[in-house]
């Protein structure tokens, strides 16, 4: 993985992370917690770090950079069917988190 992948990797990862501890129920946190160990799986487990501090309060443009992040993972080679149905789980835990 060369160091522009896993900015972003590491972007859509945070993005997630921070999603997950911000949900306003335990059942969107686990919806969230479900994208990001996918995530995760896509790229074998060889996952950097989260950096949560200094992200947006808003769950909306949290979401929204989430979304962009996993998107422009389709640069690096990932399989397309798999990012779209992890965008379709982001968009669901999204929707369970009052969206």
Same mark, same amino acid.
């Given at each position: 993985?060369?160091? $522009?992948?896993?900015? #972003?990797?590491?972007?859509?990862?945070?993005?997630? /992370? #921070?999603?997950?501890? +911000?949900?306003?129920?335990?059942?969107? +946190? %686990? =919806?969230? $917690?479900?994208?990001?160990?996918? &995530?995760?799986?896509?790229?074998?487990? $060889? *996952?950097? *770090?989260? $950096? #949560?501090?200094?992200? +947006?309060?808003?769950?909306?443009? &949290?979401?929204?950079?989430?979304?962009? %992040?996993?998107?422009?993972? /389709?640069?690096?080679?990932?399989?397309?069917?798999?990012?779209?149905?992890?965008?379709?789980?982001?968009? =669901? %835990?999204?929707?369970?988190?009052?969206?």
């Amino acid at each position: 993985m060369d160091l $522009e992948h896993a900015l #972003t990797l590491a972007q859509a990862r945070s993005f997630v /992370a #921070t999603l997950a501890d +911000s949900a306003l129920d335990d059942g969107a +946190s %686990a =919806a969230f $917690e479900h994208v990001l160990i996918e &995530l995760d799986w896509l790229h074998d487990d $060889e *996952c950097p *770090c989260l $950096e #949560t501090d200094g992200l +947006s309060g808003d769950r909306n443009v &949290l979401y929204l950079g989430a979304v962009a %992040a996993i998107e422009s993972l /389709a640069l690096f080679g990932l399989d397309a069917l798999d990012l779209e149905l992890l965008l379709v789980r982001l968009e =669901a %835990a999204h929707a369970l988190d009052g969206a």
